[in-house]
């Protein structure tokens, strides 16, 4: 059995060593100095054992996970992450050494995305482990990039490939037969997100993106989420969606269809818009990022996401994306 006192002094001190806000974890809040003339992008994202993560996932995948389902909002604004606030439900039955481990994850992606941990809150849950992370970013006084910008014309984008988190969730459940390489690519696409932190601050220094989203819930989805309120229409072409070569050989075998892939949810790449006269200079700013981006439709006056194929026919899909009930 582990202790509240004891765990924050072993396991979460040491996070927050290098950050004058965090005040040592030894106070009743952080105290963090706004920047200046900059608005604070904050967001929080819960993650849970059995509904967003497998219960015997590694502990500093999970950490990791958590860390940048959160840091995936902060992109899609275009914002710089700073720091984040963590509070671990963990079920009774986890030890020191998950702890430990957990901690460990959370300490690798504090150096790759230069960010501290600035406090927070443990208890024990009786039922399963409940996750919560709140990140904190920066991005110049209303510079921020919104859901609401899309204009009829533009262009849309999306960054990486779509559907292999879907997919690597029925891979590390052992759901999957084929390819043993491409099936640990897709478990690992599911455990370890890759949020677009210097693509979407770059679309935003830049003035590139008029409407961003992350896609969590699935791409149709959270598409969706962009052209309401952007108050515009998304046409998007199905054969145009980023796929990876790993979830290819998986929909030619017949275990999967393109629409789970559009559906699934758990991406976390970026999805955005753009005015065609922009298009050089966004893939040049991919390119630069790093990232991966593929056009993939175009916003017009009607209202919500339609599917097209190859031929131009609209394609219907059941449900457009992840929901709790
Ligand atoms: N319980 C809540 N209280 C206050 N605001 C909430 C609550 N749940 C969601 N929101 C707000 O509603 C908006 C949409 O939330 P949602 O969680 O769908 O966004 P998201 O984090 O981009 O998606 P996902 O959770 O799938 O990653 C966000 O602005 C969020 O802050
Ligand atoms: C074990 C397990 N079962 C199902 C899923 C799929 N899933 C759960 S929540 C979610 C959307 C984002 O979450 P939220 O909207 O709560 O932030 C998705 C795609 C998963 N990740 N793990
Ligand atoms: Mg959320
Ligand atoms: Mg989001
Ligand atoms: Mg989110």
């Known amino acids: 059995m582990w202790d509240e006192f004891d765990l924050i ?18 106070d009743d809040a952080a105290l963090l100095t706004p920047p200046t003339d900059g608005d604070l992008a904050l967001t929080l994202d819960t993650i849970t054992s059995g509904v967003h993560y497998l219960p015997d996932d590694p502990p500093d995948r999970i950490a990791q996970k958590l860390v940048r389902v959160n840091l995936s909002d902060l992109a899609a604004m275009g914002a710089r992450p700073l ?17 430990a481990r957990f901690a460990e994850g959370l300490g690798r992606d504090q150096e790759t995305y230069g960010i501290e941990l600035l406090g927070g809150d443990t208890t024990a ?14 991005v110049p006084r209303a510079s921020a990039l919104r859901r609401s910008g899309a204009r009829v014309g533009d262009w849309v ?11 690597g969730l029925r891979a590390c459940r052992g759901e999957l037969s084929g390819d043993g390489a491409d099936l640990a690519v897709l478990c690992d696409r599911y455990r370890l997100p890759q949020p677009r932190v210097a693509l979407g601050r770059a679309l935003r220094e830049q003035g590139l993106a008029t409407a961003a989203v992350d896609v969590s819930d ?14 515009v229409g998304i046409v998007m072409d199905a054969e145009h969606v980023p796929l990876s070569s790993a979830s290819r050989r998986v929909l030619d075998t017949g275990m999967a269809t393109l629409a789970a892939l559009f559906t699934g949810g758990d991406d976390y790449e970026l999805a955005f818009t753009a005015s065609p006269e922009h298009d050089s200079e966004v893939r040049a700013a991919a390119e630069a990022a790093g990232v991966t ?3 993939i439709g175009a916003v017009t006056d009607g209202q919500d996401v339609e599917m097209r194929d190859r031929a131009g026919q609209r394609l219907s899909v059941d449900g457009m994306g992840w929901r709790h009930h």
Do not use: Q
Request: aromatic share 6%; glycine share 12%; hydrophobic share 50%.
């Open 9 to 26: 002094a072993t396991h979460f001190a040491p996070l927050a060593r290098d950050s004058d806000a965090a005040l040592g974890l030894r």
């Open 83 to 99: 720091g984040y606030l963590l509070s671990t439900a963990f079920a009774r039955e986890l030890d020191g050494a998950w702890v």
């Open 125 to 138: 849950m009786p039922g399963p482990s409940c996750l919560t992370l709140i990140a904190v970013g920066a």
């Open 157 to 167: 984008y999306v960054s990486g490939t779509i559907g292999d988190a879907a997919l």
């Open 218 to 231: 699935g791409l149709v989805a959270d598409l969706g989420h962009l052209a309401t309120a952007s108050g």
């Open 293 to 295: 981006i593929a056009r």
